[in-house]
């Protein structure tokens, strides 16, 4: 089996880059980090279909001995749709822990959305944090161990 | 009948369909659910009885020959998975359904609970029902994705949280088993299990030592079997009572069929039978241990949920053809007896308001029907005579003592103390919320109660009791009657358990009946 050694080193660092990201606290790191690896993945499956080749199952046109094998690129296609499906519902989860986080207990009777919003309604309903990660990771490392502790503390910033 | 087959997985995405699109009305919803699911049980039991006269039934997707196509083979292990998974399913949703009409649908948004809930039944049966490595990988990110639904359904802080962690886990395997399978297709140049099957034998024994390890990592992981099993009891028991009672029966067997599939269909010259039976001691184990310390029931199920996959590890481990026909007995009694268990805990909880049994007592008195459904719920899964799961484990350790090593006899002396401590853990339950009467539940001190620890983030105290609808206590009680046919027609079962290990036998029952000219 011959296979590109540049798309062997990107996948290893892919993979490297990958799980280093996923074992970080924050959500959406991990989230990266998945996503990362998920490529790599891809990478991987890519690699274990041989040598470079013409179009598959297309028959006459060039030499039928050269073609590539087309499984892997379909079962690559599947796991791109898969991984694309679970980031995005990776996402909605942490918009959602972000909202229970921002919101404590009021998170669950404050409506998705708000009628006849202005910028001054949204300041109001939610604390104006800057949104970088050492915000959700600190909101995150509350939330895990004394939800009540965090939930004062939000207190008190208002 | 090759036209059931892939009816039993088109039928509930169909239902899924017609669900979602009736998401305003739920009445028509639960009834599209309940019709749906009802038919692939009638399906899969007219497939099972004609499975085991005439054979496997094996379908080619799409006209496409193995291993060109994708195949679907419904052998009798498949068939008996998809029949008992679709009534568990059935007498789960009709206990939703109950509590969802009692509960006037505030507590979860039902528009998508049924939808869902088709979506992973879909998953379970494709998984059950593949004859090719990555339809089996499809099939497990269905019912995943599914799963991260359900679990967090409705969205509160407590499930975020715990699905979290149960999201993060399943993402991990399910990356394992993508890279097993590309390792795999490197190896062999093919996906069709039964062709892997083949090839594998031709490959180096180291190779074919790492393609099964990598396997069955990705395997162990959603199957929760010590040391990758310490999500389970995290992220279960926050879910609503029915969805933890589906996941709890189902989605961990999943697991261990796929164990047996790797085991017994491709990877069969690989001997990795002395790890395999170290794993399942220390699974029966850690696990009961753990549930030992729980004072919440949902939390002390989940860790008996782990520790008995144990025996299941076992079964598979010591590869005989009893030992195997002991397995597939002990997970069918197990997939209804456990998920009968979390039913009957959700009607405690509303009857008495928690389940922790701190806080809970006089149940006997307070609901005598509720008591009995967990009461023989809890003597099966103890393994008390003359109930199923005695005659399941009565039937491993027959077959352990047959292999007769050293280790075999450890695995049987931790199996019978692991037996021992469910039943101890179950019965200090029965002490604590059945028979003590409610009034003496403050200030109550008993040796029994020193050293339990609550559910780490337990709010305390108890929500307002809520009546018990019929429909849910006619669900418990269809499938508490179940576990007790389970013991009842045992003979039978297990005859038909022992011509489904039978099929194990040699490797080329599977290959034969996927490729019927033989392999080229």
Not at chain 2, 80 to 92: D, E, P, R, T, Y
Not at chain 2, 355 to 365: A, C, F, M, P
Request: net charge negative; aromatic share 8%.
């Amino acid at each position: 089996m011959t296979a590109s050694a540049t798309l062997i080193l990107l996948m290893a660092v892919l993979y490297a880059v990958g799980i280093t990201v996923m074992l970080e606290r924050s959500l959406t790191r991990v989230l990266i980090g998945f996503m990362l690896v998920g490529n790599a993945t891809n990478l991987l499956i890519l690699l274990v279909s041989g040598p470079n080749g013409t179009a598959p199952i297309v028959t006459g046109t060039v030499s039928d001995e050269g073609m590539a094998d087309p499984v892997p690129q379909v079962l690559m296609l599947t796991a791109i749709v898969i991984n694309f499906g679970l980031t995005a519902f990776v996402l909605a989860l942490i918009y959602r822990s972000w909202w229970l986080a921002q919101l404590g207990d009021q998170g669950d009777s404050v409506p998705d959305q708000h009628h006849g919003e202005t910028e001054a309604a949204t300041d109001a309903t939610f604390d104006a944090v800057d949104l970088d990660d050492a915000a959700l990771q600190k909101i995150l490392a509350d939330s895990d161990e004394h939800p009540d502790a965090h939930n004062r503390g939000m207190e008190g910033e208002r | 009948m090759s036209a059931i087959v892939p009816l039993l997985v088109l039928l509930p995405l169909l239902g899924a369909a017609v669900a979602l699109v009736l998401g305003a009305y739920r009445r028509a919803q639960v009834v599209v659910s309940a019709l749906t699911l009802t038919t692939v049980t009638v399906l899969s039991a007219i497939l099972l009885v004609y499975v085991d006269s005439n054979g496997p039934v094996v379908v080619d997707v799409g006209g496409w020959d193995a291993p060109f196509g994708i195949v679907l083979v419904a052998d009798r292990l498949a068939t008996i998975m998809v029949l008992v998974s679709a009534l568990m399913l059935l007498g789960v949703l009709l206990f939703a359904a109950g509590q969802g009409i009692a509960d006037g649908d505030r507590e979860t948004p039902v528009s998508i609970f049924h939808p869902t809930y088709l979506v992973l039944a879909a998953g379970l049966f494709v998984a059950f029902v593949a004859g090719d490595l990555f339809n089996l990988y499809v099939g497990f990110e269905m019912l995943l994705s599914a799963s991260y639904v359900l679990l967090t359904l409705a969205g509160t802080g407590a499930r975020i949280r715990a699905g979290v962690t149960y999201i993060i886990v399943s993402l991990t395997s399910s990356i394992i088993f993508l890279a097993s399978i590309a390792f795999i297709y490197a190896a062999t140049g093919t996906v069709t299990m039964a062709l892997i099957a083949e090839r594998v034998r031709d490959l180096p024994a180291d190779v074919q030592l790492i393609l099964c390890i990598s396997l069955l990592v990705a395997f162990c992981i959603k199957a929760a079997v010590f040391p990758m099993s310490f999500w389970l009891p995290d992220s279960y028991p926050t879910a609503p009572a029915p969805v933890t009672a589906v996941f709890a029966g189902l989605l961990t067997k999943v697991g261990v069929y796929a164990i047996i599939r790797t085991d017994t269909v491709m990877f069969t010259d690989v001997d990795i039978d002395i790890p395999l039976m170290v794993i399942a001691l220390l699974t029966l184990i850690i696990g009961i241990l753990g549930a030992l310390a729980q004072a919440d029931i949902k939390r002390l199920l989940s860790f008996t949920l782990v520790s008995h996959i144990g025996y299941m590890i076992f079964g598979i481990a010591i590869g005989s053809q009893a030992a195997l026909a002991a397995t597939i007995f002990y997970i069918v009694h197990h997939i209804i007896v456990q998920t009968t268990l979390f039913l009957a805990t959700g009607l405690v909880e509303r009857v008495g308001g928690t389940t922790s049994i701190n806080r809970v007592g006089g149940i006997l008195k307070a609901s005598p029907l509720v008591s009995v459904l967990f009461f023989i719920g809890a003597m099966n899964l103890g393994g008390i005579p003359p109930f199923s799961g005695f005659l399941g484990k009565v039937g491993l350790f027959e077959a352990g003592v047959a292999l007769g090593t050293p280790l075999s006899y450890v695995l049987i002396a931790a199996g019978t103390a692991t037996s021992l401590l469910t039943l101890y853990a179950l019965v200090r339950v029965w002490n604590m919320v059945f028979w003590r009467p409610s009034g003496d539940v403050e200030g109550y001190t008993s040796p029994l109660l020193d050293s339990l620890s609550e559910t780490p983030d337990d709010p305390g105290g108890t929500v307002r009791t809520k009546s018990v609808p019929r429909l849910m206590l006619a669900a418990t009680t269809g499938m508490v009657a179940l576990t007790v046919g389970l013991t009842l027609f045992a003979g039978p079962l297990f005859d038909l358990a022992a011509r489904t290990a039978a099929d194990f036998d040699s490797h080329s029952t599977y290959v034969d009946a996927v490729f019927p000219g033989g392999v080229e």
